[in-house]
């Protein structure tokens, strides 16, 4: 089929450069295998089909680059902690069933996570079922199990803790690191949430690699959840059981990453170029 058309497509190129009958050339359309037809079509034809070629190997490189490169670019899409949530959109997230927490409150729907390249941060967004209480607190949680051991208790294990208040028009998102053992590391605040005018429903923070004691390319393992109070004990799990386990920068690195899309990409048009010419 495919060499049908390409030999239909040199009859075509043929009449319209020599203005000469294509109709020996049909012997070919049955005959030729791609190879032989190359040595026996007229070298005027074989400039334009080359030239031709070479339009379509750089318009099918340039395909090639964007369909590879749009996925890079997305997942580099930066992220902030600023209490805008745009950032999120095609970054990792795992979603939790409504009306499985105790109140709308502390019922999560959706927990996302990323990273930025060369940000020694991971960041978070959690986003909760609209609140219909007047008071709005909620505790979040995320718990990591940095050693990969099973255990979220060890003193390399981490505990991050967020108080999220969203008031009518801004919000307070108070931030604390503590070891799985319950030392607390680090505490920092801002407003990075939805204020009530605004829904209420989602917050977005992030901690330093260094406080969560982790090198960027290690695997990890963590959960989430969210409860009224300090004690996770009641809260709303997610994902309901079960852990997430991920590497918050890939192995090779954002860098590495880009060089192997390139590598593939200049493979792909080395080796076609090679079987071509
Ligand atoms: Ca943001
Ligand atoms: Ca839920
Ligand atoms: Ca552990
Ligand atoms: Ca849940």
Known sequence: MLKELINRYIVKIYRAKTQKSPSYL???????????????????????????LKKW?????????????????????????DGNFDD????????????????PNVDMLTFYWGTNPDDDHIYWMMQRETPQSGNPRVYYFVFLDTNNNGSYGDSEDRRVEVLYDSGKDDSQVEVTVYTGSGGQISQNSGDWGDSANEGGARAEWRASFNDLGISPNQTINMYA??????????????????????????????????????????????????YVW
């Open 26 to 52: 049909n012997f070919f359309q049955v005959f030729a295998s791609w190879r032989a037809l190359r040595e026996v079509i007229p070298t005027k034809v074989d400039r334009v089909w080359s030239r031709e």
């Open 88 to 103: 999120w959109n095609g970054q990792a997230n795992i979603s939790d069933p409504a009306g499985d927490g105790p109140t």
């Open 225 to 274: 959840g969210a409860s009224q109070n300090q004690n996770p004990d009641n809260m709303d799990r997610v994902p309901d059981s079960g852990d997430i386990t991920w590497s918050p920068v890939p192995v090779l690195g954002w860098i590495g990453l880009m060089v192997v899309i390139a590598g593939v990409i200049g493979l792909a048009w080395y080796t076609r170029g090679r």
């Open 57 to 81: 190997q750089v318009i099918g490189l340039i395909s090639a680059i964007i369909l590879l490169g749009v996925p890079v670019w997305v997942l580099a899409a930066t992220l902030s902690v």
